[in-house]
């Protein structure tokens, strides 16, 4: 199975070497990048996963000094598998530890009505409180996609400040999130990054990110500039 996949990757990456020099740089990994795209990396992942189990991709998951591309390949197939809830998370669990890049994190997770169960919720939940930077980040991606709706949005924010870990990625993630929960929840988001417990900078970059928007009103955008001013 290991040499199968590892031999579609590389089949996958051929000609790609000015492209895995640039993706090396823009996903910051120390991983090597064998130049695999990602909408390769996504339709290897929807042909294999079916025919893949449990087991299958827990082994694929045990290789030591794989590349970028394949870790990620991994995390796609954990996606697409046709397991239920509490096994993906099990395989999500195993995944995590291999990440060392946001985009291990922010492309593997996915909007969809299966990741917005509750089992789902509180796994996002538990992983806002572990020591590793991209699990955290884990955690707030999962609840910026899936539960940024009126059932949770007061839950979130609430999960939200108690996050201990203030690693650059977990702090760029707030800023993501809080950005986008201000499209629905204007006064409320704003409200929250002005009530004081958010650190300055995590602040400041939710309102760049809000101002480099197109998705609020002149008089929304009005309030963000004073505000980000005030800060």
Known sequence: MHDRVTAQLTN???GNESYAAFNQRIVNTKLPVIGVR???LRRLARRLAP???AADISELLTAQNESFDYVLLCGLLITHARLDDQTTIDLTKQYLPHVDSWAHIDIFVEKKRRFAGEVWRDFALECLQSEAEFTVRYGIISLMTNFLDEAHIDQV????RGIKHDGYYVKMALAWL???AAVNFFELTLAELENGHIDAW???????KMRESRRFTPEQQAV????KQAG
């Open 38 to 40: 990602v909408p390769d």
């Open 178 to 180: 809080y950005a986008t």
């Open 12 to 14: 996958l990456a051929q």
């Open 224 to 227: 963000i500039l004073k505000n």
């Open 202 to 208: 995590t602040r400041n970059k939710a309102y760049q």
């Open 51 to 53: 025919d893949m189990s």
């Open 157 to 160: 924010f609430a999960a939200l």
